[in-house]
């Protein structure tokens, strides 16, 4: 990502250092990730410590310090969705992509993530991808879903 | 859009706005807050659109995406008005006949109606649906009625009445008292009263104040704050800045979930719609009272919705708690008086300033006030957000609003509170639900969550699901939060794969008294509550796993086996094809047996197993009957099938 | 600044206005285990081992004593019988992570803990934060900082800024309880000299 794409995110933010957080969800949200320079650069102009910034990055569950696949996967793990089955869903995507929460697969395609509650309750169990809401899954409808993603 | 100046400048725009509306003009209303939306209801909307031009009418007939109804289970949702006819599960095929036979021609399109369960009877009218009709939507119901796009449809329901009200003489003392005097307690879990905490700041020496509004809404389960946050973010708007006048601030924060895009878009599109109509910034409807919010989102922490974490995130810094004995009423963000304050809790504040103290005290209990929204998720048959007056009965919101268990399963508790509360067994269904008989029981108010369980829901597996997920979200600074709750969480997993043993719940009870004592924040301190409260109820589920190696639920993998009842088998082969792992023998007419080594537990076999045969079952706490002899498994010609 | 009266184990103590229990306690000489506490550091609030009981007016309360202000009044007791079990219980916590540490061996003996009861962890560090506070507040430098949260929860050194402060000041290594401090610098600084990842940054584990 260049240092001008990074600094106009931070000079949006006036270069407030309690914008902190603001400016990394901006950068995640536009690169999928946060590339070491990223933070280095926002140390340097926000005049924050990078060991703060590091625990930020890491505490989050919303940001990324590696690559992450095309299609991010987020499965909810909330009450609702478990008491419906969610950790069903959860070993089927795991089955068939091949990779545990927090990893993305060799080609780049899928990012799998847990997340504790989306909020569509009433739809459980529910699966995220890019955006879209899949509900009322079952393991079969899941690969069906999954499939259609090339 | 022009600024508004004045109370009275106010009122005579509202009554512009409204004489510009015909009351009877046909209306066509969408849900489309995010469950619909996940439903479909985008292509319903778009469709809507298309037809309405097709056919004409796009003078004729207005059409209105409004937030979340609450009846989530049976979206996307339609409402025609001004007659109130209600449609449900609606798909863009359903349209064009809606709009020609309903909008065009009066008639009612009988199978897209409700239909209720016990009466078998349709029913037409949205506010005769026993969802609806048991409920008190003082808050909540607004969101059928307006698109949270349009600060217009908020001023033509009397939106911003309260705010007009209190810059026509009411001094921030006179604010203060009303609020203090409706005993409005915080929504967001504390019920902390909001009158005192806003006193607390008021009084406090200090000229640089803030307010905030909590939208972390972490507890998995509940999503009222969502859909108030999406379907009305101007009532949340306009109690933040009632607030802020009543105690002294300049500054308001929102803190939104970044799981909550359409939330975020919603509140920042009214905060910038406010503005512009002289809402919120300088010289506030020419009161001279200055008032400015700005939104900052969470970035996936659940622990950054404790006040002091959510504060010291909103100064930049990780959001950890703060270990304090200063409230932060009196030092809070930047160690400044702050006022945190749930978003339901704001939303009730324009109603309790517009109707007076004294009406929102008709509802409710003694200690508790007013209305509570609840989620009613879990196993229920009607899914959704209930917003209920405090002191109805758990059994009215699970029977009469929520329709009861579906399947034909029994009850068995429903859970309150979220990770810091508890379970609720059956004979506490008459419990009349409000913050002070909630924690008597064992369990908490919380911010609303309502999930309820049926018999195939196994008790320790909740507290171990509801310890996993703190261990999960602990922001591990403190010793007996960070490793005590990882301990809990190690053994309730062995307890749930059979490896329990003598002892285990003494050590439990044990780490539980050092947690709730010992740790920094409320996430600690409230963490083992699930696990008492399922212990107080439900020991007989602990005994059993950790004695007898058996999940009374047979819900725990490790500890239950599928097995098919030979003489109930009639080798359809269903099951056979059906298995992920090839685990069954059989073949046609040859009982099936499940090879209990390559079974991974599915339940594929037990779920396609056809109803009038039920061969397959569940076995727990005993081995696994011995497979019948090869002879006795070829199922005779003429054989009589089991009664 | 005025003075404030307070009885802790039943001993009248004189403190300063915006002294802490804890702080009125050792003036007075009287002892309350800490582990995450250091005088030239803020209070952390992270170990709880130095959690006691106040009574104000007819409220009796547990609170930690490094953050607790002392009140006119109060009545403050370092021992009791719950205090004990919560203590004993959480050095049995730390003992699974770092069971040689000189510290938490004689707070072991004191409040009798089992070095056994929990199961032996991967990870000797405790968490008291010590290392962290230290490098920020007093030498303003950095270099070293909390990554994760929860149970995931470390410490890590930033590479470049370790490289080049680390060795002319080390002063936070005395200060760890359980040495894990010096292994993850001698960790760092050996990935970051010269092995194959050279520089590799902080991921998640």
């Not at chain 1, 989050?60 to 696949?69: D, H, N, T």
């Not at chain 2, 967001?188 to 939208?215: L, M, Q």
Request: contains cysteine; proline residues 5%; hydrophobic residues 35%.
């Amino acid at each position: 990502m260049d240092i001008e794409r990074i600094d106009r995110i931070i000079d949006r933010h006036q270069c407030q250092p309690s914008s902190l957080i603001q400016i990394l969800l901006e950068i995640q949200s536009e690169n999928h990730w946060l590339p070491k320079e990223a933070l280095e650069r926002i140390s340097r102009k926000l005049d924050v410590p990078l060991s703060r910034i590091q625990h930020i990055a890491t505490f989050y569950k919303a940001f990324s310090l590696v690559p992450k696949g095309r299609y991010e996967i987020h499965i909810c793990m909330g009450t609702a969705c478990h008491v419906r089955g969610a950790p069903r869903i959860l070993d089927t995507v795991q089955d068939l992509i091949g990779i545990k929460p927090g990893e993305t697969d060799l080609d780049l395609k899928f990012s799998l993530e847990t997340v504790n509650c989306l909020g569509c309750c009433a739809l459980g169990p529910v699966m995220e991808i890019n955006g879209k809401t899949h509900g009322k899954l079952s393991p079969a409808e899941t690969i069906d879903v999954l499939k259609s993603y090339e | 859009m022009k600024r508004l100046n004045s109370p009275e400048e106010l009122e005579k725009f509202r009554q512009d706005i409204i004489s510009k509306r015909a009351p009877d003009k046909p209306c066509i209303t969408l849900c489309s807050g995010s469950a619909c939306q996940a439903t479909g209801s985008r292509d319903v909307a778009a469709r809507i659109e298309e037809e309405i031009k097709k056919q004409g009418l796009s003078d004729k007939v207005d059409i209105r995406k409004t937030g979340c109804h609450g009846f989530c289970e049976q979206g996307p949702i339609i409402v025609i008005h001004p007659e109130g006819i209600c449609y449900f599960r609606i798909k863009p095929g359903d349209v064009p006949g809606i709009i020609s036979q309903t909008i065009k021609e009066k008639k009612v399109i009988e199978h897209l109606l409700y239909i209720d369960p016990v009466t078998k009877k349709k029913i037409v009218h949205e506010s005769e649906i026993p969802f609806y009709k048991n409920q008190e939507r003082l808050v909540f119901g607004s969101n059928g009625s307006i698109d949270p796009r349009s600060i217009d449809d908020y001023l033509a329901i009397g939106g911003y009445s309260a705010l007009g009200k209190i810059f026509s003489g009411m001094t921030p003392e006179k604010v203060l008292e009303e609020v203090k005097k409706s005993n409005l307690r915080g929504r967001g879990g504390g019920g902390f009263p909001a009158g005192k905490k806003w006193e607390g700041s008021r009084s406090a020496p200090d000229d640089t104040k803030y307010v905030i509004v909590n939208a972390d809404e972490g507890d998995p389960g509940a999503y009222m704050d969502r859909s108030l946050l999406e379907g009305n973010p101007h009532s949340v708007l306009e109690g933040l800045t009632i607030g802020a006048y009543a105690i002294g601030s300049h500054e308001g924060y929102i803190y939104v979930r970044q799981e909550y895009p359409l939330a975020v878009e919603n509140i920042t599109l009214a905060i910038k719609q406010a503005e512009a109509y002289g809402f919120l910034g300088e010289n506030i409807l020419g009161s001279g009272f200055d008032f400015n919010v700005i939104v900052h989102q969470g970035a996936g922490a659940f622990v950054s919705g404790e006040s002091t974490a959510l504060m010291t995130a909103l100064e930049g810094r990780v959001g950890e708690p703060r270990p304090k004995y200063i409230r932060s009423n009196v030092k809070g963000l930047w160690n400044k008086p702050t006022v945190l304050n749930n978003v339901e809790t704001w939303a009730n504040v324009p109603l309790i300033i517009d109707k007076g103290a004294d009406w929102f005290t008709q509802f409710g209990t003694e200690g508790s006030k007013g209305t509570k929204i609840f989620s009613l998720v879990g196993k229920i048959t009607n899914t959704g957000l209930v917003e209920v007056p405090m002191g109805i009965t758990l059994k009215d919101i699970i029977y009469k609003i929520g329709g009861g268990i579906p399947g034909g399963k029994k009850f068995k508790a429903v859970q309150t509170g979220g990770p810091s509360g508890g379970c609720i067994p059956e004979e506490l269904l008459d419990l009349e639900v409000d913050f002070d008989q909630l924690t008597k029981a064992g369990s908490m108010m919380g911010s609303g969550g309502m999930i309820v369980m049926d018999e195939d829901t196994c008790m320790v597996d909740v507290a171990r699901y509801f310890i996993h997920f703190l261990t999960d979200e602990s922001c591990g600074k403190c010793l007996p939060c960070r490793e005590g709750l990882r301990q809990m969480d190690k053994i309730l997993t062995n307890i749930t794969e059979g490896k329990g043993k003598e002892g285990d719940i003494e050590l439990l009870e044990e780490l539980s008294e050092t947690i709730i004592a010992a740790s920094l924040c409320a996430l600690g301190q409230s963490a083992p509550n699930p696990f008492l409260s399922t212990l107080r109820y439900f020991r007989d589920e602990y005994e059993a796993h950790i004695k007898d190696k058996r999940c009374p639920a047979l819900s725990c993998n490790e500890l239950i086996s599928y097995y098919i009842d030979p003489d109930k088998c009639r080798a359809c082969m269903i099951c056979l094809k059906k298995c992920p792992v090839d685990a069954i023998d059989g073949g046609k007419k040859k009982i099936h047996i499940i090879d209990q080594e390559k079974c991974t537990n599915c339940g594929t076999c037990l779920e396609v197993c056809p109803s009038r045969f039920s061969a397959v079952k569940k076995i727990s706490g005993e081995p696994v009957p011995a497979a019948v002899p090869e002879e006795k498994r070829i199922i005779e010609k003429g054989t009589a099938s089991p009664a | 600044m005025s003075e404030i009266r307070l009885q802790i184990d039943g001993k009248e103590v004189t403190a300063s206005e915006g002294m802490t229990v804890l702080e009125a306690a050792q003036s007075a000489g009287i002892y309350i285990p800490t582990l995450c506490h250091h005088e030239k550091l803020e209070p952390f609030g992270g170990c709880r081992l130095c959690i006691v009981e106040v009574e104000v007016g007819s409220w009796k309360k547990l609170v930690v004593s490094c953050v607790y202000l002392a009140e006119e009044n109060l009545k403050v007791r370092t021992r009791s019988e719950k205090i004990d079990r919560i203590r004993k219980i959480l050095v049995e916590m730390l003992l699974a992570h770092a069971p040689e540490s000189p510290q938490l061996q004689d707070l072991a003996v004191e409040y009798g803990a089992d070095r056994d009861r929990f199961e032996k962890e991967a990870s000797f560090c405790i968490h008291c934060g010590l290392c962290v506070r230290y490098c920020a507040e007093v030498k303003k430098k950095n270099a070293v900082g909390f990554v994760d949260r929860g149970i995931r929860k470390e410490i890590g050194f930033i590479p470049e800024i370790a490289l080049k402060e680390c060795n002319n000041c080390k002063e936070c290594f005395p200060l760890c309880p359980t040495s894990y401090l010096q292994a993850a610098f001698v960790l760092t600084e050996s990935l970051a000299s010269g092995g194959p990842t050279g520089g590799q940054t902080f991921e998640k584990v």
